[in-house]
């Protein structure tokens, strides 16, 4: 099944190795950039923008619905939700003792070196001898327009021949968006808090109350 | 010609990062940001026609959205400390109305 297929990877990957090599350049120095700063709104747009140029690159390999989700989720959605909790905490990064740095570099380190390990074993970029593209891939090719007849292969294996899969994703992720919704309450949609609100301290407190006996109400049918 | 096109945004998308890491003021680190989403979708639309494949130029319009809405967030952040208005009684009721939808 896995007939050997010779294809010029040359040619093909020398236009694009140089723009995938400044890309990674450039995301390596947004890395180490949000690692200096000490401004939390300047590390929450650079989080943004190491979120466009990873999708540029999930873009450049190929990858074009990983880069999507990368750009919605992380420029888009996470980029706010890290600038709402700026807002409930301070805007400067205390400094950190040399002490309580170590420990976390060593585990980044470790997980590194195991995750560069890992890629080892794997075969190299668009090698028609994968065995993501030698077994099943290939009878997917060859069979959908005959099976589903959907011009779209992605299609087909989404809606068709994992729709049950599908379906059950879909199922999980509504069931999730409903209990967090339950968990936050109605009130969260609007913002938490009505516009005219006076701001005395006692009621914020009698708020705050409110809202935990609202979680454990909701927490109790689910 | 679209290599040298695409090695000029590159250069383009370094020079926005270097402002958006040494940039003094917030709203220079905001401009970046929105720039370097601009310098995304051109990159995307470059490689799609530099390795002969402009079937994701749909996929850069819908970036040029996203850029576009994430900006909005980002400012709205800005001017009211929150992405509803709603610390403060004194908004007006008008301003209210407008951003309680979404």
């Given at each position: 099944m896995a007939e050997p297929v010779i294809l010029p990877f040359e040619e093909q990957l020398s236009s694009t190795v140089l723009l995938d090599l400044s890309l990674l350049t450039l995301l390596v120095i947004c890395g180490l950039a949000m690692v200096r700063m000490r401004r939390l709104f300047g590390v929450a747009m650079l989080s943004g923008i190491y979120s466009l140029l990873s999708a540029a690159f999930f873009v450049s390999l190929d990858a074009v619905d990983v880069a999507f989700t990368e750009?919605?989720?992380?420029?888009?959605?996470?980029?706010?939700?890290?600038?709402?909790?700026?807002?409930?905490?301070?805007?400067?990064?205390?400094p950190v003792t040399?002490?309580?740095k170590f420990l976390p570099l060593f585990i980044v380190g470790i997980v590194g070196a195991a995750l560069v390990y890992a890629t080892i074993d794997m075969p190299a970029f668009g090698d028609p001898n994968a065995p993501a593209n030698a077994y099943v891939g290939q009878a997917?090719?060859?069979?959908?327009?005959?099976?589903?007849?959907?011009?779209?292969?992605?299609?087909?294996?989404?809606?068709?021949?994992?729709?049950?899969?599908?379906?059950?994703?879909?199922?999980?992720?509504?069931?999730?968006?409903?209990?967090?919704?339950?968990?936050?309450?109605?009130?969260?949609?609007?913002?938490?808090?009505?516009?005219?609100?006076?701001?005395?301290?006692?009621?914020?407190?009698?708020?705050?109350?409110?809202?935990?006996?609202?979680?454990?109400?909701?927490?109790g049918p689910r | 010609m679209f290599a040298v096109a695409t090695?000029?945004?590159?250069?383009?998308?370094?020079?926005?990062?270097?402002?958006?890491?040494?940039?003094?003021?917030?709203?220079?680190?905001?401009?970046?940001?929105?720039?370097?989403?601009?310098?995304?979708?051109?990159?995307?639309?470059?490689?799609?026609?530099?390795?002969?494949?402009?079937?994701?130029?749909?996929?850069?319009?819908?970036?040029?959205?996203?850029?576009?809405?994430?900006?909005?967030?980002?400012?709205?952040?800005?001017?009211?400390?929150?992405?509803?208005?709603?610390?403060t009684g004194d908004v007006p009721e008008t301003r209210a109305e407008d951003t309680r939808h979404d």
């Open positions: 750009a919605a989720v992380g420029a888009g959605v996470s980029t706010v939700l890290v600038l709402s909790g700026m807002a409930l905490t301070s805007r400067r990064e205390t040399r002490q309580r997917y090719i060859e069979r959908s327009p005959e099976d589903i007849d959907v011009p779209n292969i992605v299609t087909a294996v989404l809606a068709s021949y994992r729709g049950y899969d599908t379906l059950g994703e879909t199922l999980v992720v509504f069931t999730a968006g409903l209990a967090c919704m339950l968990l936050l309450g109605a009130g969260s949609i609007r913002g938490g808090r009505k516009v005219n609100d006076p701001q005395p301290p006692e009621a914020i407190e009698r708020e705050e109350r409110g809202d935990g006996d609202e979680t454990v109400l909701s927490d | 090695v000029a945004v590159i250069v383009a998308m370094a020079l926005v990062l270097a402002r958006a890491i040494l940039g003094p003021t917030l709203y220079d680190r905001v401009l970046a940001v929105n720039s370097f989403g601009t310098k995304t979708v051109l990159l995307l639309g470059l490689t799609g026609f530099l390795t002969g494949r402009p079937d994701f130029l749909d996929i850069a319009l819908l970036y040029a959205l996203l850029n576009f809405v994430a900006t909005i967030a980002i400012l709205k952040f800005f001017r009211y400390e929150a992405l509803a208005p709603v610390m």
